[in-house]
């Protein structure tokens, strides 16, 4: 690295008294060490202030009523100091060397304005479950934005910014709900984007995390309504004419399907070929593609049972479907 820029960690916190440690600590052992850490608790009613105040003047503490992630991460912003931003959610944590590949991956490439990375994901208790995702887009994006409404992104905790283009587009509005999805929605519209193909963070999934937006209908659809705002909002802000169609969204349609409980064939047609087109324009995997593919035509198909898939994901579905034949079996037997 030709320098070492400060780097702000901002972390979001809210009841997570029992991780808000190790998220902490995995900040402090990084080999990089130009950074400010600071911690955002929105109003928790658990121990986490206790666990935050314990680390007195190392780290910067910001304690205020529950107001969401957005205004949570708003305040962090306000006093950060650092030329590169890195977010942290409170029950992930960062391997050792993140902040040190960050900064030489932006040292490398001055020109991007957002780097992402993989990530590991893990259980309660820290148990590697999965390596995910394998594959994540870069270079001038807006094009797969506004024609398909996504490309393949990260995480919050995967995501890495230009001090200057958040400024450009924050403060996060009290909608979308996650700072990721506004994020990685309206930054790639100011330059272009890169990544880096290895994981540098732990992702912890967990019963809230799980169950709070994956099995939730309203808000999986509300949050698809909202990243179309968002990108169409990028588009205006910077006078762009093209705006993106929400019909062109395959998991959209297949949510408001499943919300209706009927599908149509031609319906049922539409969703997998925008998702054959949409997958082959962003470059999924195989595996990825097969994921997409499952994921709609349960919804569509079998709205009852993608409940549960929505909550599992392709894997542990699988391994639970046949764990219940397993069951059926034996009592059977007996």
């Not at 394998?134 to 996504?150: A, E, I, P």
């Not at 967990?206 to 209908?217: C, E, I, R, S």
């Not at 993106?244 to 959209?252: G, P, Q």
Request: with cysteine; glycine share 6%; net charge positive.
């Amino acid at each position: 690295m030709t320098k070492k820029p400060l780097v702000s960690v901002i972390i979001a916190n809210y009841n997570y008294g029992k991780f808000i440690a190790e998220a902490i600590d995995s900040v402090f052992n990084q080999t990089y060490k130009n950074f400010e850490l600071i911690v955002v608790d929105d109003g928790s009613t658990d121990n986490s202030r206790e666990i935050i105040e314990s680390y007195g003047d190392k780290l910067i503490a910001i304690f205020q009523d529950n107001e969401g992630q957005g205004a949570a991460l708003n305040s962090g912003f306000a006093v950060a100091k650092g030329e590169i931003i890195c977010f942290l959610d409170a029950d992930d944590y960062y391997y050792r060397e993140k902040l040190a590949k960050v900064v030489a991956a932006f040292d490398k490439n001055p020109h991007l304005v957002q780097i992402s990375h993989c990530r590991t994901s893990v259980d309660v208790d820290g148990k590697i479950i999965g390596r995910d995702p394998s594959f994540l887009n870069q270079g001038d994006v807006t094009h797969l934005l506004l024609k398909w409404g996504r490309y393949a992104w990260a995480v919050t905790s995967a995501l890495a910014y230009k001090r200057w283009v958040l400024e450009k587009v924050l403060p996060f509005p009290q909608r979308p709900r996650g700072g990721d999805t506004y994020l990685t929605a309206t930054v790639p519209f100011y330059g272009n984007i890169g990544y880096i193909k290895e994981p540098l963070m732990f992702y912890r999934r967990h019963g809230n995390n799980m169950n709070a937006g994956t099995n939730n209908l309203q808000h999986l659809i509300e949050q698809r309504e909202d990243t179309a705002k968002c990108i169409n909002e990028a588009a205006r802000k910077l006078g762009l004419k093209e705006r993106f169609d929400i019909k062109r969204d395959a998991d959209y349609r297949s949510f408001k399907v499943m919300q209706q409980q009927s599908v149509s064939l031609q319906e049922a047609i539409k969703i997998f070929w925008i998702t054959c087109l949409e997958s082959m324009a962003i470059g999924h995997s195989k595996k990825d593609t097969i994921e997409r593919f499952v994921r709609r035509g349960m919804c569509s198909l079998f709205p009852n049972e993608a409940k549960i898939y929505l909550q599992l994901n392709l894997r542990r579905y699988l391994r639970f479907k046949l764990m219940t034949i397993q069951s059926k079996i034996t009592v059977k037997n007996v």
